[in-house]
């Protein structure tokens, strides 16, 4: 393999006891809670693999609870992720299964249901020193490891739609490096999901806001740990 | 990049092996060296709590399988100890640091979570003993981090990958390398260091009871310290390893794949089904 970088081999800073079943676990949890969109009322963990045989020793459930509540995955208060959940109302659940064969050992569904009363499904694995790749998101197959800024949108399933956010992507520059659209029949909407390179200065969601036929746009950002006493590895 | 080359370069230019990685990093990923050291430095205060927590009070695992042993020794070391004070304080810390991230607390994942109280151990024994600066000591991981690299670049640092030689033993590697070039060894020394700590955990099995980062983890971080202070003073004395890193490197890579599965971090083999092994995992499963 090619030569890692330094802090690839020292850090992340992390709650132990696992990278994989802790660190990564934890950031699984808070990639969900970005994408199911806000705060939650409920939710259900399907852990399978590795994940549904030590997840107590682990602590993976208390890592996944941690983030949905937005902790990272150096945060102390991690271990006490019940206790706060519990305060903040928030239903959880975690139920053992098996997702199938060639699910990767260290893998969780989440059905999410938020205080706006939407349902998401988002599943994701932990594929080893704390990194994660989210592989499904509401039935669609995605392959997002949370590197990079993510658009997500919903919109009318009519022509042009697509070509004004790729423009307005052009226009500020900003190249695309995944992307992937899914439509539903029923009510002749999409969703699509676009990783990009790295953002430019304006303001992109107001932009794609304003486009006909937008029912809504959400921007995942990398998320910032590396300020206070985490790692570059540690970012989302 | 291997550690001929890097040697090579280091002897010509005149540096030490944290200058060269430090450059190297600051080119490579386009980021001042100002920031690395301080991110390293970050890195060290969380090393620093981790190897005095479970010295100062005894904790225990989120599973309850272990715990209280990095006091329990504390409290005996103080008084007498076969190791003397610098192997005893290694051996204290490397405990503590394990102990603190079985019980979800904060750790430095260096390589691993696994092994993280190795390189903590080592530098912080080594700094008390003779009485070196911060700045040292965050140089000291930075070349732990260089000797890392290599590693991961021609072998692997995961158990489940390659067995618990990759973790406690690329550690033990790693650690070695940064005494020497704390107590002004040359590169070539902190390398034979390396690969003398690597030839004496070559083919060590990553057999976790119940698959947990807990027996025998903890106590092979403290095996893992001693290896490294072990292979920095033979180095430091000037004993060369008849095997150069590199190929230590190598040969860790080949072992790695010829250990079978149920060695590699699946709690299939070795310790894990052991009699006692197996019923502490059943014990575990039925709270």
Redesign the interface.
């Known amino acids: 393999?090619?030569?890692?970088?330094?802090?690839?081999?020292?850090?992340?800073?992390?709650?132990?006891?696992?990278?994989s079943h802790?660190?990564g676990a934890a950031r699984l949890g808070k990639m969900a809670y970005k994408l199911a969109g806000g705060d939650i009322k409920d939710v259900k963990m399907y852990l399978h693999g590795?994940f549904a045989?030590?997840y107590?020793?682990?602590?993976t459930d208390?890592a996944l609870l941690a983030g949905l509540l937005n902790l990272n995955p150096?945060d102390?208060r991690?271990?006490h992720s019940f206790e706060l959940a519990a305060k903040k109302g928030i239903h959880y659940e975690f139920i053992p299964t098996n997702l199938g064969e060639n699910v990767h050992p260290n893998t969780v569904k989440f059905v999410i249901t938020n205080s706006a009363g939407e349902t998401h499904e988002i599943t994701g694995s932990s594929i080893?020193?704390?990194q994660v790749v989210i592989s499904d998101i509401d039935g669609m197959e995605v392959n997002f490891t949370g590197e990079r800024p993510i658009l997500v949108t919903h919109h009318k399933d009519e022509p042009g739609v697509i070509s004004n956010i790729t423009f307005i992507l052009y226009e500020m520059g900003i190249n695309i490096g995944n992307m992937r659209v899914s439509r539903s029949r029923e009510d002749h909407t999409a969703h699509m999901y676009i990783e990009m390179d790295s953002l430019t200065g304006g303001d992109l969601t107001a932009a794609i806001r304003n486009i006909p036929g937008m029912l809504w746009v959400k921007l995942l950002l990398p998320i910032d740990e590396?300020s206070?006493?985490?790692?570059?590895k540690d970012s989302i | 990049?291997n550690a001929q080359t890097v040697i090579k370069i280091c002897q010509e230019k005149g540096i030490s092996l944290s200058d060269f990685?430090l450059s190297q990093?600051s080119e490579?990923?386009n980021i001042s060296k100002t920031e690395?050291l301080t991110?390293?430095g970050?890195?060290l205060?969380?090393m620093e709590t981790a190897a005095r927590t479970a010295r100062e009070t005894p904790i225990h695992?989120?599973?309850g399988?272990t715990g209280g042993d990095a006091y329990l020794y504390e409290q005996r070391r103080k008084k007498r100890s076969l190791l003397g004070s610098t192997a005893s304080k290694a051996v204290a810390c490397a405990l503590s640091c394990s102990e603190?991230?079985?019980?979800?607390?904060?750790?430095?994942?260096?390589?691993?979570?696994?092994s993280?109280g190795i390189?903590p151990a080592a530098v912080l024994s080594v700094q008390e003993e003779y009485d070196l600066p911060r700045e040292a000591i965050v140089k000291g991981?930075?070349c732990?981090?260089?000797v890392?690299?290599?590693i991961?670049?021609h072998a692997c640092?995961?158990g489940?990958q390659g067995g618990c030689q990759a973790e406690c033993g690329s550690a033990s590697a790693?650690a070695a390398a940064a005494v020497v070039e704390l107590l002004g060894g040359s590169p070539a020394q902190s390398f034979d260091a390396a690969a003398i700590a690597i030839k004496n955990s070559l083919g060590l099995v990553c057999d976790p009871v119940?698959?947990?980062?807990?027996i025998p983890c903890i106590k092979r971080n403290a095996g893992g310290v001693m290896n490294a202070l072990t292979a920095a003073d033979m180095a430091l004395a000037g004993i060369v390893s008849r095997i150069p890193f590199d190929d230590t490197v190598d040969a860790m890579n080949r072992v790695g794949r010829q250990l079978p599965t149920a060695l590699r971090e699946t709690a299939a083999g070795g310790l894990a089904t052991t009699k006692t092994g197996l019923e502490l995992a059943e014990t575990?499963k039925n709270?």
Do not use: Y
């Open positions: 393999m090619p030569t890692p970088s330094l802090f690839d081999i020292m850090g992340p800073i992390m709650i132990g006891p696992s990278s802790t660190a590795s045989a030590t107590r020793g682990h602590g208390k150096s102390e991690l271990r080893g020193g704390g590396t206070g006493d985490a790692s570059r | 990049m990685a990093e490579q990923d690395i991110r390293f970050q890195m205060s969380v695992s989120v599973s399988l603190v991230n079985a019980s979800m607390g904060r750790i430095v994942a260096c390589p691993t979570a696994g993280c390189v991981l930075i732990a981090g260089l890392g690299q290599i991961g670049e640092l995961a489940a790693m119940a698959g947990l980062v807990e575990l709270r």
